[in-house]
């Protein structure tokens, strides 16, 4: 990327998209350093691995030195102190969503977009293209056990566009593929009708002459597909699913076996949901490669769905002592607890699951009181922490709202802190368990000390 930055500042540089991005830039040649809060995050093993300094809070004495640009997490406002410091000093200033539209005008950009699915969606395709192909990548994770790459110069770029605020709206995008649209971030959308205006804003702003696949099996996604197909005659619009009368019928063959078109696959996942966000991944790959699926040149693509080793806070597994396995995933929203727990159930299906979940924003959890209590009770027992104090401020929360909704048969116990956590996990714990950690918190440290004890 021909870049006139070479020296980056990140306000916020923990967050989900933030540290992706100052990976990206350091392996590019870029001198990177940042700042957020002191608490730990799954980021932090990323950052700490790649030798990133993150200095402890928003100290203006943070940017001392010479930047060339600051870039920070929309969660902070131009307000912040550090951020003020910057605009004295006549440093070019980014919000993270500004300058992924920046990067998205230097080459042809491709998006994952959807209410859920999309870092999964994001890390299927870089395994998928990662051998053959030169591009840059931006997502919610990192591969797991995969070689990372260093290189400055990329013919494309993929990104996982968010919804949120209207983000991806400034992105400059010559295709896409469309998971799942659902009500989410209550906070800033007032209403399901709210989101689907938002994603159809985003197909009107695909360049003539590119391509929307849609998922056909998600109600909101096909709505916002059959939209699309109606509205955007100049771009390449296709369907995929479950569904017979998906333009890209998916055909399940046994076991973990599908056939796409003419190209048979295996996938490393059982859960429908998951299935397609796996081959949505195929498909997403081979139409911004200009390929077609069975093609000779793609059926190697093809087969590496088969070889997917994970992404970090997707199902990850953290380790397994005493007979209990340990995982560790993001899920938030009920539709994706729901997901992780049928996967989780289809992989072990005579093991108990413990989940010890974290509520993200208390807006959500609110809007969606209902939605949660029915997805939590999948579980065998659970342990309800407090919700999660976002940057945004959106935390003032009832803390046992969630757990007053949520109905015996449950065993479920709130725990106030770690501490309570611990005892009430190690009290319940056996041999052919499983321990899950959920949330867009920071929870997953937990697994850290339940390995030990149990060694």
């Not at 056939?259 to 498909?283: K, Y």
């Not at 959500?364 to 949660?372: D, G, M, Q, V, Y």
């Not at 935390?395 to 007053?404: H, I, N, Q, R, V």
């Not at 190690?426 to 929870?443: D, F, H, P, Q």
Request: hydrophobic share 40%; aromatic share 12%.
């Amino acid at each position: 990327m021909n870049l006139p930055f070479r020296r980056a500042f990140f306000v916020g540089i923990k967050g989900s998209g933030m540290a992706p991005l100052a990976l990206l830039l350091q392996r590019g040649g870029w001198v990177v350093e940042g700042c957020d809060v002191p608490e730990v995050f799954t980021t932090d093993t990323m950052l700490s691995e790649a030798g990133i300094v993150v200095h402890p809070g928003f100290d203006q004495a943070h940017l001392t030195g010479s930047w060339d640009v600051v870039i920070y997490s929309s969660a902070y406002s131009l307000k912040t102190p550090i951020l003020q410091r910057a605009i004295t000093q006549k440093i070019d200033v980014y919000s993270y969503p500004d300058f992924i539209a920046y990067l998205s005008t230097l080459s042809p950009t491709y998006a994952v977009i959807g209410t859920h699915g999309k870092t999964t969606t994001m890390a299927v395709t870089d395994h998928l293209l990662r051998p053959d192909e030169s591009y840059w990548a931006i997502y919610g994770s990192q591969l797991i056990n995969e070689e990372i790459q260093k290189s400055d110069e990329y013919h494309f770029g993929i990104v996982e566009g968010c919804e949120y605020q209207d983000h991806f709206l400034l992105y400059h995008i010559q295709g896409s593929v469309l998971l799942s649209v659902e009500w989410d971030h209550p906070d800033y959308f007032p209403s399901l009708e709210a989101v689907y205006d938002s994603f159809k804003q985003f197909v009107l702003r695909i360049k003539e002459g590119g391509f929307f696949l849609y998922n056909n099996d998600q109600a909101g996604s096909r709505l916002i597909g059959e939209w699309a197909k109606r509205q955007r005659k100049g771009v390449r619009i296709r369907s995929f699913g479950f569904d017979g009368e998906s333009d890209y019928p998916i055909v399940n063959e046994g076991k973990n076996f599908y056939r796409v078109g003419n190209q048979r696959v295996e996938v490393v996942v059982s859960t429908p949901e998951l299935v397609l966000d796996h081959i949505g991944s195929l498909l997403f790959a081979a139409n911004l490669t200009k390929k077609e699926i069975g093609s000779p040149s793609f059926t190697q693509v093809g087969a590496r769905l088969a070889t997917f080793g994970g992404v970090r806070g997707r199902l990850e597994f953290m380790g397994e002592e005493g007979g209990v396995r340990y995982y560790d995933d993001y899920a938030h929203h009920p539709s994706e607890i729901e997901v992780s727990l049928a996967e989780l159930r289809s992989r072990y299906p005579d093991s108990k699951i413990l989940v010890i979940f974290v509520p993200h924003t208390a807006s959500r959890t609110h809007s969606l009181l209902k939605e949660f209590a029915t997805a939590l009770s999948k579980a065998d027992y659970l342990i309800l922490q407090p919700t999660f104090a976002s940057a945004r401020g959106d935390d003032e929360d009832d803390p046992l709202a969630l757990y007053s909704a949520l109905q015996p048969p449950l065993d479920c116990t709130y725990a106030e802190d770690d501490e309570a956590v611990f005892k009430s996990a190690s009290a319940r714990l056996k041999e052919g368990w499983l321990c899950i950690t959920m949330g867009a918190g920071n929870n997953r440290g937990l697994h850290t000390r339940f390995l030990r004890s149990k060694r």
